[in-house]
């Protein structure tokens, strides 16, 4: 099993940036990607930045040019750095990691998320 942490969300004026943080644990070995993915209540959960370990990003074309993802593997860390904040980003945010079992199968575990508002 693994386990994600985030952290990093809260209020936020547009315009303005935010920082959010997730620590995976336990069975971390065979996880392949890390990202986040954001929800508004009663809509889809949509991606918004995944980070693969062969390096490739994968970034929802309405936060390019304002959010980066980035990783630190020696912490099994992914942040996602959100500059230029508007309304619309507003969502709850859930860390994602993918990984590997075997036999072309993969699951999927997800953090207990973390709030962005962002006040216009």
């Known amino acids: 099993q693994v386990q994600l942490v985030e952290s990093g969300g809260g209020l936020v004026q547009a315009g303005g940036s935010l920082r959010l943080s997730c620590v995976a644990s336990?069975?971390?070995?065979?996880?392949?990607?890390m990202g986040w993915y954001r929800q508004v209540p009663g809509k889809q959960r949509d991606l918004v930045a995944t980070f693969a370990n062969d390096g490739s990003i994968n970034s929802a074309s309405s936060v390019k040019g304002r959010f980066t993802i980035s990783k630190d593997n020696a912490k099994n860390t992914v942040y996602l750095q959100m500059n230029s904040l508007r309304p619309e980003d507003t969502a709850d945010y859930y860390c994602?990691?993918?990984?590997?079992?075997?036999?072309?199968?993969?699951?999927?575990?997800w953090g207990q998320g973390t709030q962005v508002t962002v006040a216009s």
């Open positions: 994602h990691a993918r990984e590997y079992v075997g036999s072309n199968q993969y699951r999927t575990y």
């Open positions: 336990g069975k971390i070995l065979n996880i392949i990607s």
